[in-house]
């Protein structure tokens, strides 16, 4: 055997023998910084015994054994994760071959290639990259990673003098020359890399090498840190370029990263890097890197890891906001743009937000406006503002925000476009769980299927986002479900079901949508949010699933579309429903929205919207066992007869766009007819004012109604008009204020509840009222042409006719609609009024004599309808 054979039999045996040994001291402590240590010293024993055999042979020897010395001219160094010391179980080892000049290089050639043949002969992964040393003073931009590289260079053996050239004066010379081209090139490919890990850290099995908040996370903090100090001190820093509690969590971090990184090599016998459901299992049982925790399982495991990696994603995120280098072009112009929306409270450069007052986050209100700020304009935090926050939050504990107020601030961040990112950073600093603890149940929370690929929180802020971005799609798909967003009456109620909607899973056992409900229920209790409002939260998060499951039978079933719209009830939330559904799904995967599964939805959508348009007029009868009845009974034990006579006969529909309350308000109304006979209630929602009539039915009364909001200048966006079978009518109009007459005057308040009275008594002039309207308002242009259309459909129902008029929205529409079907002799038993932009949709079911119209009266009533549109 030759001299050389036995060193490698030698070195063979050497390596599997302390290899086992690193494994059994890690096995029992679960150290990955010692472990990686150790085998970082394993492996620089075996390269200096290979360069003493093959490379400085006949060479004086160094008075230190350890780091072999010789021959001039030629250095080896480590780089990359050996040059920090972090050479992992079974990552490669990074070397760099460095050499004077090209005549070394051609010199060592052979030997290098023995050297290194004899490393993979040794089945080591060997990494190796060969350069002189002017080669290391150009950059290359297509090959960053070797540059950065050098940033971790460490001296193993041959010339001293030429490493300390490396180091010393060529590395310094490069950054200091090429520090925006490093930083931008750095920043590029950690973007690049974000990219295809959906921009989040959020991950079910995540990569915790590669993926954000990763160890090479870890790494391009130090680096864009270690750049920008040698730019500024033209020389290499001493310590750590972080501040102490930065500095003290990242190392926390590290500490945790490398342990599990171990411990996935030393489980594979490979260098795999994700965390697979299996080993997260086994991490948590041998709680690897939690140190003295008690019993973990798995899910407690991975929000610990989840934690660890929020913390090295803050950190390069803020640096890569932080260094103007690291911005592209578009992104530097987009900043400039925003750095002009600074206000009182907040000062923006280069799209960070500062605190005008470092003390003003002693207010929870200026806190909660910093975020709807956030939400609003798309900006980042600074890391002083982060730390004003962190620093503000053990005061807020103690009396957090709650109640309408709160809602009120959350209600208008959920609505801003860059929402999802607002309540990340919220989440991400503990103040999203502060303010709604119901929230913690679902932190970081993994739940296993081979569908999801996020956390659940994480799940929910995309689901969030999808929504958002809608606007802004050139999707065919998406620009149907962004119309349909902007048709919504209360989008907020829908941000706020879909944040909450997942709750549940954070439950062990049970069905995670009832426990959804529950937890939603005391959210709202802490928002104190409306119980109309709360109403249709609770609706969306119960059904959540039920479009999904609709889409497992024949859609084009009509049983199918008739027993999916009887549990939704209303277009209202048929479209909530529609649009939560499609950000369910989008948020599980980007691959789980198909094409076809997305046309499914929307066709469900269709058909279920025709069906509600067209049942409205079947009838409640009281006797019959319900939900909702059973309901209004217990609010109203005593008057049973009442409650009987007054219910007999409204449409279903009239139970499904009502809440029980609303229901005995209006019974309590028409109790009051006998004294008054036209009852009117007035307030003012969110987007528009609300007025409820009561009264009993009578020849062109909807027309009437109508034309005294057109008389007041009020545009009508919504409306519902019910009759029971006594002959009671519950009319309900949304208008706007065009002019702002209501908002202004709030005397004009009275006035304008006694002029509705007084038109319905045929005691004021409707037509005087409207004429003088029409002289004091010009002509609007309209933006957007819309083409009249009239259908009608006499197979619906069963003893109405039922016309759809789709027209252009304008003054006095309504007016002049159902003035024209009364001038007709046809009755409205139920009108359902909608606009959509600058589109009006008004559904009437019609009567004439107590029947259908026949074809001959509805083609009349069609010519008539189209003479009176098209004289306007």
Avoid at 545 to 563: C, K, Q, Y
Wanted: aromatic share 8%; hydrophobic share 40%.
């Amino acid at each position: 055997m030759t001299a050389a054979s036995s060193l490698i039999s030698e070195l063979r045996e050497s390596l599997n023998e302390h290899s086992a040994r690193i494994r059994r001291e890690f096995e029992s402590t679960s150290d990955g910084r010692a472990a990686a240590a150790e085998r970082t010293l394993l492996i620089e024993g075996i390269l200096h015994k290979l360069w003493h055999e093959f490379i400085s042979v006949g060479e004086p020897s160094s008075s230190q054994p350890s780091s072999p010395g010789g021959p001039a001219n030629f250095a080896l160094v480590a780089t990359g994760g050996f040059g920090r010391g972090w050479l992992f179980p079974y990552s490669d080892i990074d070397l760099l071959f460095l050499f004077a000049d090209r005549d070394a290089e051609q010199a060592f050639k052979d030997p290098v290639r023995r050297f290194s043949q004899e490393l993979w002969d040794l089945r080591l992964k060997l990494s190796p990259a060969s350069r002189t040393l002017s080669e290391c003073e150009r950059y290359d931009p297509n090959n960053t990673e070797f540059t950065i590289s050098l940033l971790d260079c460490r001296y193993l053996a041959g010339d001293r003098e030429l490493f300390r050239r490396l180091h010393d004066k060529v590395i310094p010379k490069l950054v200091m020359r090429e520090s925006k081209a490093l930083v931008q090139g750095l920043a590029e490919v950690t973007r690049e890399r974000h990219a295809k890990y959906g921009l989040t850290l959020y991950h079910l099995e995540p990569n915790l090498k590669e993926a954000p908040g990763g160890l090479r996370d870890y790494n391009v903090a130090c680096w864009l840190a270690l750049i920008s100090a040698i730019d500024k001190l033209h020389d290499w820093p001493e310590g750590s370029p972080f501040r102490g509690p930065v500095r003290k969590q990242l190392e926390s971090a590290l500490d945790f990263l490398m342990s599990a990184r171990c411990f996935l090599h030393f489980r594979h016998g490979r260098d795999e890097n994700t965390l697979s459901w299996e080993a997260q299992d086994e991490a948590a049982a041998r709680k690897i890197g939690a140190g003295d925790a008690e019993q973990l399982s798995a899910a407690d495991w991975m929000r610990i890891y989840f934690g660890h990696a929020r913390t090295v994603q803050r950190a390069v995120t803020q640096l890569l906001e932080e260094i103007p280098e690291a911005w592209s072009a578009l992104y530097r112009q987009v900043q400039s743009w925003r750095s002009r929306v600074s206000t009182t409270d907040f000062s923006v450069v280069d799209g960070l937000i500062f605190l005008q007052q470092p003390s003003a986050l002693q207010d929870p209100e200026v806190l909660l406006r910093l975020f709807h700020f956030m939400a609003h304009h798309g900006l980042k935090l600074s890391a002083t503002t982060e730390m004003r926050i962190e620093q503000a939050l053990p005061a807020l504990a103690s009396t957090p925000p709650r109640g309408a107020e709160l809602w009120l601030y959350l209600q208008e961040t959920l609505l801003q476009p860059h929402a999802a990112d607002a309540l990340r950073a919220m989440h991400s600093l503990r103040l999203l769980t502060l303010l709604l603890p119901e929230l913690k149940l679902i932190d970081s929370l993994v739940v296993r299927d081979f569908y999801h690929r996020f956390t659940v929180d994480e799940h929910s802020f995309l689901a969030i986002e999808s929504l958002h971005r809608l606007k802004q799609s050139k999707s065919e798909w998406d620009k149907r479900y962004a119309e349909l967003l902007g048709e919504l009456e209360d989008p907020e109620l829908l941000y706020l079901a879909l944040l909450l909607h997942d709750t549940g899973k954070g439950e062990p056992n049970g069905n995670h949508v009832e426990s959804s409900l529950n937890i939603a229920n005391r959210a709202m209790d802490r928002l104190d949010v409306d119980p109309k409002e709360r109403a249709e939260v609770l609706f969306l998060v119960g059904n959540h699933l039920e479009l999904s499951a609709a889409l497992r039978r024949d859609i084009f079933d009509p049983a199918t579309v008739a027993a999916f719209a009887g549990k939704i009830g209303t277009p209202e939330r048929l479209k909530m429903l529609c649009l939560l559904t499609y950000a369910d799904i989008k948020a599980v995967n980007p691959e789980a929205l198909t094409p076809w599964k997305a046309e499914n939805v929307w066709q469900l959508y269709i058909a279920a919207e025709n069906y509600l348009n067209r049942s409205a007029d079947q009838r409640v009868h009281a006797g019959v066992n319900d939900d909702k009845l059973a309901r209004l009974r217990s609010l109203a034990p005593v008057a049973k007869t009442k409650f009987k006579d007054f219910l007999e006969g409204f449409p279903q529909r009239y139970l499904l766009a009502h809440t029980a309350e609303e229901i005995m308000r209006h019974m309590h109304m028409a109790d009051e007819l006998a004294r008054d006979p036209v009852q009117v209630e007035l307030k003012r929602g969110r987007h528009w004012y609300e007025l409820t009539l009561v009264t009993k039915d009578r020849p062109f009364l909807f027309a009437t109604l109508a034309g005294v909001l057109a008389a007041w200048g009020m545009n009508i966006v919504k409306a519902n008009a019910f009759s029971n079978q006594a002959g009671t009518v519950v009319d309900t109009l949304h208008f706007t204020d065009r002019f702002r007459t209501l908002e202004l005057n709030l005397s004009e308040w009275a006035r304008f509840r006694n002029s509705v009275t007084s038109v319905l008594l045929g005691e004021a002039d409707l037509e005087k009222m409207l004429r003088d309207r029409q002289r004091s308002e010009k002509g609007a242009i309209a933006k957007v042409k819309v083409e009249t259309k009239i259908e009608f459909d006499h197979t619906c129902s069963a003893t109405t006719t039922l016309v759809q008029v789709i027209t252009q929205d304008r003054p006095r529409l309504l007016h002049r609609i159902a003035s024209s079907l009364s001038d007709r002799h046809c009755n409205i038993e139920i009108a359902l009024i909608d606009t959509e932009g600058q589109m009006a949709i008004d559904t009437f079911y019609l009567t004439s004599d107590g029947k259908k119209l026949s074809a001959e009266h509805s083609r009349e009533v069609e010519k008539a309808l189209l003479e009176k549109l098209k004289a306007e």
